[in-house]
């Protein structure tokens, strides 16, 4: 059974930082794609970043210069760091896997950017 487990939110200033981690149990095969989704409030999931099997990585254009995905060397899992917070960027951030033709989604951790 494939479960995603994500940690690293929290409450941060602005201008802070945080580094969230998602690890893929459960799988025999690398995930094609690793990614991180996001939903504010009252707001829809959106994709934060993306990154693909052999390096590739796209960034939603809000956080581009400001956030990185990365994965680890047996890509299993998924980074994202996130420097330069701001209050936009509260939200539950979801971690997401593309295995094999099949989506599986993490529980979601909460990040909250507030002086």
């Known amino acids: 059974q494939v479960e995603l487990v994500e940690s690293g939110g929290g409450l941060v200033q602005p201008g802070g930082s945080l580094r969230l981690s998602c690890t893929a149990s459960g799988i025999n095969f690398k995930p094609y794609i690793m990614a991180w989704y996001r939903q504010g409030p009252g707001k829809e999931r959106e994709l934060v970043a993306r990154?693909?099997?052999?390096?590739?990585?796209i960034y939603d254009d809000s956080v581009k210069g400001r956030f990185t995905i990365s994965r680890d060397k047996f890509e299993n899992t998924v980074y994202l760091q996130m420097n330069n917070l701001k209050p936009e960027d509260t939200a539950v951030y979801y971690c997401n896997i593309l295995l094999q033709g099949s989506l599986y989604w993490g529980q979601g951790t909460q990040v909250s950017v507030s002086s």
């Open positions: 990154h693909i099997s052999g390096g590739t990585t």
